[in-house]
């Protein structure tokens, strides 16, 4: 299996540092908002990383944390008058949400920075100890020269960045050594959450909660660090500056990063318009649309995302979930009997198509590729199957096709379908419910209606609903 590896730009043979065992951090999301289409890419891509490596046979210690303190989260928490933390608890839990509709199985663990400060404080610490850190006024900052291989992930130079890239600068240069020093720990401000310190009450600085969460539930060394490509520089770099610097290991062996994710051929932001929560397009489109969606390409390869490219990709993942249909039909009304040599030899040459999945999978996690290999076993197994066939023969092949599947996430097992009576139904009790302000019902009925495949859309004239 060969892993890009952003550190080294190539692709490099998979050797795990503990054989059988893979240690793997993945960059959460800060918690201020409803997590974006931008963020479900690293959400979907890496977890289909884990899958397949616990497919190899892998153990996986998969760790992804929440960044719930945060400049956006203390000023969303201004805006509504509530403690910093009822904010990041309530987008931690709409996330988990939103993770769950889309099929990524939860974190062996989910740190949040706010429950780790011990540890960043020790830490910071053990830096300054060693001369990598100083304090000024209450703030700490990481001496970035005197970390030689700084630049090694990014391959930028620290003396170009100083001359050619002044807004990469971090502020406060008048306290620090050197302009290109990073925070570590900022002093408090008023109106913001504190932490007692050695340098007085303050807050952790972005990059360190990586480090200490990434050593605390994995250890010194890990095996992957991923992440989408916009964190590379500062916040990787700056990580293994942290990590290196106080431990004297290497932090991280592989690095991966997925490619941006773009919307009608233009970056996502506010001010285009154009910029939607999954939430959002989850209320349009099966939240298993936009996960084939987003493995319809390599992640290393700038996505773009359309109203035709997901029309498409409901299109393409209906003709995997009604082929398995096909199959349960068959299997329904099959003689329960063994395979018979015939049936034996056209299994046995299924094997191709997992074979060409493997291959594309053990080539930096091709999954377009793959998806390519589950087409091809489709076409084979819609031409190979008929109710002619023995129970054990079509539930052999349905368990393949799943099993492909399962790897990249994808459920096959089509949702039960409500009469329009039941759904009326549903609607009433939800709008029931909202009356009466009880939004959790509220959201539990429209989720419960999603995953069967019904779409509402709240409108001045009321609830309309449509089939997924």
């Known amino acids: 299996m060969k892993l890009y590896n952003t550190l080294t730009k190539s692709k490099e043979e998979f050797v795990p540092l503990e054989e059988g065992k893979v240690k793997m951090y993945v960059c959460g999301p800060t918690v201020y908002n409803f997590i974006h289409i931008g963020n479900a890419r690293p959400m979907i891509v890496f977890d289909t990383v884990r899958r397949y490596l616990e497919y190899k046979g892998y153990e996986v210690n ?42 990524v199985k939860p974190a062996t663990t989910h740190p949040m920075a706010t429950q780790e400060i011990p ?20 703030t700490v900052y990481f001496r970035t020269r005197k970390f030689g291989p700084y630049g090694k992930l990014s391959h ?48 952790p600085g972005w990059h360190i909660e990586c480090s200490v969460m990434s050593k605390k539930y994995l250890g010194e060394q890990i095996d992957i660090h991923a992440g989408g490509e916009d964190l590379i520089f500062p916040h990787h770099e700056n990580e293994i500056a942290q990590s290196e610097a106080c431990n004297g290991k290497e932090f991280a062996h592989y690095w991966l990063h997925n490619a941006f994710l773009n ?13 939607f929560t999954v939430r959002e397009i989850t209320e349009k489109y ?101 109710a002619e066939n023995s129970k054990s023969y079509l539930q052999n092949c349905l368990n393949r096709l ?29 709008q029931q419910a909202r009356k009466e302000k009880n939004f959790a019902r509220a959201d539990e009925i429209r989720a419960e209606l999603l995953n069967k495949g019904i779409i509402l859309e709240d409108t001045r004239e009321g609830v309309k609903w449509k089939r997924a």
């Not at 509504?80 to 309530?90: C, D, L, M, N, Q």
């Not at 919307?263 to 910029?275: A, E, P, T, V």
């Open 156 to 203: 930028k130079n620290l003396d170009d960045l100083r001359s050619g890239n002044r807004s990469l600068l971090v502020s406060g240069e008048n306290e620090k050594e050197d302009p290109l020093d990073f925070v570590l720990w900022k002093p408090r401000k008023e109106g913001e959450p504190a932490w007692e310190s050695p340098w007085g009450e303050g807050r």
């Open 263 to 275: 919307i009608d051929n233009r970056k996502m932001s506010k001010s285009l318009g154009n910029f």
């Open 62 to 103: 998969y760790v992804s944390n929440f960044t719930d303190v945060d400049d956006k989260i203390i000023k969303k928490a201004n805006e509504e008058g509530v403690p910093a933390s009822e904010v990041s608890e309530r987008y931690i839990a709409e996330c988990k949400k939103d993770m769950a509709d889309m099929n």
């Open 286 to 386: 099966d939240p298993q649309v936009l996960r084939f969606f987003m493995l319809s390409a390599h992640y290393r390869s700038p996505l773009n995302f359309s109203a035709d490219l997901m029309q498409s990709a409901k299109t393409s993942l209906e003709r995997i979930v009604t082929a398995a249909e096909n199959l349960k039909h068959l299997i329904d009304n099959a003689k329960d009997e063994g395979m018979n040599e015939s049936e034996t030899a056209h299994f046995d040459a299924t094997e191709e198509y997992v074979k060409k999945f493997e291959e594309a999978m053990d080539d930096d996690f091709n999954t377009a590729d793959a998806i390519a290999a589950i087409f091809e076993l489709v076409k084979y197994l819609n031409t190979h199957t008929s």
């Open 402 to 430: 799943k099993t492909l599947c399962d790897i990249l996430g994808l459920v096959v097992d089509k949702k039960e379908e409500l009469l329009d009576a039941d759904i009326e139904t549903l609607i009433a009790e939800r």
């Open 119 to 138: 540890g960043m404080i020790d830490m910071i610490q053990t830096l300054i100890d060693k001369g990598y850190a100083y304090a000024v006024n209450g």
